[in-house]
Nanobody, 116 residues
Framework: QVQLVESGGGLVQSGGSLRLSCAAS????????MSWVRQAPGKGLEWVSE????????SYADSVKGRFTISRDNAKNTVYLQMNSLKSEDTAVYYC?????????WGQGTQVTVSS
């Protein structure tokens, strides 16, 4: 059974930091590109960051570049998102996504709330 379980969300003041984790099971984690996607209140899904499965190369949305860092630990089947210098506009539900060809898995999301 495929599972992606996010954790690490919470309430933080503007300028603070949080580290999100996404623990994966039920599939070959190391073969999948892993992404973080967020949804702010009343808005659509916004892609945040991705780390690929082969080179570990990363990419970021302009809105988070220089503040967020994505990483993965294939031995622990876990992907992380280190979020620094948080802003109120980062408030959203953050979802973990695993993608390989036509396979696409999602977690249940974790809430991040940044107070100004």
């Amino acid at each position: 059974q495929v599972q992606l379980v996010e954790s690490g969300g919470g309430l933080v003041q503007s300028g603070g930091s949080l580290r999100l984790s996404c623990a994966a099971s039920g599939f070959t984690f190391s073969a999948y590109a892993m992404s973080w996607v967020r949804q702010a209140p009343g808005k659509g899904l916004e892609w945040v960051s991705e780390i690929n499965s082969i080179t570990g190369g990363t990419s970021y949305a302009d809105s988070v570049k220089g503040r967020f860092t994505i990483s993965r630990d294939n031995a622990k089947n876990t992907v992380y998102l280190q979020m620094n210098s948080l802003k109120s506009e980062d408030t959203a539900v953050y979802y973990c996504n695993a993608r390989l060809s036509i396979s696409n898995f999602w977690g249940q999301g974790t809430q991040v709330t940044v107070s100004s």
